[in-house]
């Protein structure tokens, strides 16, 4: 699959701004983070394909992938029902030192 076909769109929302512009402490457990980027991404792209399509079309260096796959939701139109499409979505975690200027 070509890198440019794995990330659909940013989704740029109330909640994705705030987690790009935190950073997280230092901890036992976990080292810093950067912020976190939200994504559409293809519904078969794993997460090796959105780390290295994140890494060449922006030019960062990405610490973790989280993905989750988004259902349909049902909804009505006069006497018929139907669905919403199902996409998938992607948070990406990126090294303190670098950031990606989307909002």
Do not use: C
């Amino acid at each position: 699959m070509d890198i440019y076909h794995t990330i659909i769109r940013p989704l740029v929302t109330e909640k994705g701004t705030h987690q790009s512009q935190q950073t997280h402490e230092s901890t036992k457990t976990r080292g810093a983070r950067g912020g976190s980027y939200t994504f559409e991404v293809h519904p078969k792209a794993n997460k090796a394909q959105i780390r290295q399509a994140i890494e060449k079309i922006y030019n960062v260096r990405v610490v973790s992938v989280r993905t989750a796959n988004r259902r349909g939701k049902q909804r009505r139109h006069r006497m018929t029902t139907g669905t919403t499409r199902q996409w998938k979505k992607a948070v990406v975690v990126l090294n303190p030192n670098y950031h990606i200027d989307l909002f």
